[in-house]
């Protein structure tokens, strides 16, 4: 059997991550930009926002790295 | 392996969600559903023969094998479940991912791995047919069938139950909906679908359930600020230590002796589970080589070691942080309870805002699906070749067990439904289906050991020492069952939980199953040598690895993986 042609896990891995990572990146700055009241403790850390950034990164790192190569 | 499930019908009787789901969160799921379905019509073009569907035509690297591993084996269930129990008996519970886990993760790799490659067999009882013959064979292949589809219609249920419990959604709509998702992507594209959804699933658990020991351990100020709002809370407890309190059963909240949690839990449970359980097993298996194999055991060891970060320190910190107790099962109706299965879901919405709660509840939305998918796809590899070819149809090609594959699994998937709806209406089955899984899955860890190592072991030894040890186990459990007070005898203790009684039962019928298989052997005939090649230690080629370079043996990665497992015990002593 052949797996060739088949694009990597990891691809779909990072495109996913890096959809997830840009949607709770921009919940994150609605969130601190409302004045509402938090309905979670510690909402001064912005874990939104770091986690978002965070996971928006990786995804990006996963699809350039994986991502499906022109064969010669 | 489960020893805690929720009391799930309790759940079912709770008041309102726990959580409120916004539309970013709704977005997040549904994003999840759209990528596997994706995905596994994807794959349908590279799963074409019979290899291919069933073992992902062997060529598995060792990080997709080795995370395919630990998540097939990390199930959301699981994870509520030790969270709540780490809840009820604090830091023990963190046996289950280290003693529980690596010493046997260890031995498959190192051990057991290099037969099970060798001969290729596409399943344990293949292995068990190719070393002791047909009877053999089919007692665990029709119990592992059985135990496997259980399994899966409990995790769709349970899954269920929990999305009515934290988001009020509805249960058949929970049900079906997950359900014909696997079963889409599983039919398409068969091991090789199920494997890139649990290395999807492994990525998002992660991702999703992080947040709350990070967070948690900057609430508390740390480990030690934890431990001391722990004894704050609960004065004159010890959640805290794994080993310090196991010299006597009425020491620790779980009423076990370190005898019983090394060689029933440590070893015979554990053993029996890791290196025969075929749902686990069987994603090694598809690995491209021998060294990726074992290499994939030992990723999975790694990352199974880390997973008390995200299951115990949860349980821990809810000790902690919540203003309030949980409370057991029974007192789900007092008014505004929440109960200890609720721990996991409470700090997920404690720390978790919009978006980050989406990606919460999709990680364990992912841990039930992939559950279920890894049972599904593993009933349709053992009914089809353990069941269906040696048993009805032996000779046909290629095509039509792959097309009996692709059926079995929809049959698989639509057994499953029908027994989520049984648990439903009989919540008890999940209480008997942890015991069956102690019933068949130790004794097949005795016969296959001894099998692999120990050239004299007879086709009849095999046979009568499995069927031995699952009768044993499964008069045992209803001994005490019948006369409670038999647990002195069983459990060393007539106040043992059934946590312990669980793994002394299984540490004797270890013993029973290993002394028949030893006594019949004497006074039967073996397999000719010949017969044996590639099956038995003596008889089997290894193939070494010492041109490689050191840091690509897989024996330097197991010392490394055993010496932090003992500096681990050693820390959290």
Known sequence: MSLKGMLSIWFFVGCLLTIYGLLILIAGIQDYSSQQTAGYVLPGLHLQVWWGVGLFIMGC??????RPRRTK | MIFHTPALYSLYMAGSSLMALRPVDLAIIALYFVLVLGLGLYLRKFANTGEEF???????????????????????LEMMGYAAATYQYGILIGHAYWLAAIPAILFLSLVMLPFYYICKTHSVPGYLQLRYGEGARSVSAVSFAVMTILMSGINMYSMAIIMKVILGWNIHFSIWVSSLTVGIYVMAGGLLSAIFNEVLQFMLIWAGCLVIPIAGLIETGGWSGMVHRISQNFPGQDFTHMWRTMGSAANNPMGVHWTGMVFGWGIAISFGYWTTDFLVVQRVMAAKDLR?????????????MLVPLIVIVPGLLALAVLPF???????????????????????????????????????????????????????????TYDIYKPLIRKTANDAHYLSMGRWCTLLGVIVSIGTAYLVMNFSSIIVYAQALFVFFIVPMFGTVVLGMMWKRT??????????????????????????????????????????????????????????????????????????????????????????????????????????????LNIIFW
């Open chain 1, 61 to 66: 790192v996963y699809v350039v790295r994986f």
């Open chain 2, 54 to 76: 069933f073992m992902a035509g062997r060529e598995m690297t060792a990080w997709i094998a080795g995370l395919s591993f630990i998540s097939a084996n990390l199930g959301s």
């Open chain 2, 325 to 383: 107790k949980l409370v057991p099962e029974s007192m789900v109706n007092v008014a505004g309870a929440h109960t200890y299965n609720e721990a996991l879901p409470l700090m997920l919405a404690r720390y978790c805002g919009p978006g980050l709660l989406g990606l919460g509840v999709t990680a364990l939305i992912a841990g039930f699906m992939s559950g279920m998918a890894g049972n599904v796809s593993a009933f349709a590899t053992v009914w």
């Open chain 2, 458 to 567: 007879t086709p009849a030894a095999g046979f009568w020492g499995l069927l031995t040890g699952i009768l044993f186990s499964c008069s045992l459990w209803l001994w005490v069952k019948f006369d409670p007070s038999a647990l002195r005898y069983v459990a060393f203790s007539p106040h043992a939980k059934d946590m312990a009684e669980n793994v002394y039962r299984a540490m004797w019928t270890l013993i029973v199953n290993v002394v028949v298989t030893v006594v019949v052997t004497l006074f039967t005939t073996p397999k000719p040598e010949k017969e044996l090649a590639g099956l038995v230690y003596g008889l089997t080629p290894v193939p070494s690895m010492g041109d490689l370079p050191i840091f690509k043996r897989p024996v330097v990665w197991a010392a490394a993986l055993g010496v932090a497992f003992v500096i």
């Open chain 2, 292 to 304: 990726s194999a074992q290499m994939g055991t030992l990723i999975g060891g790694f990352f199974k």
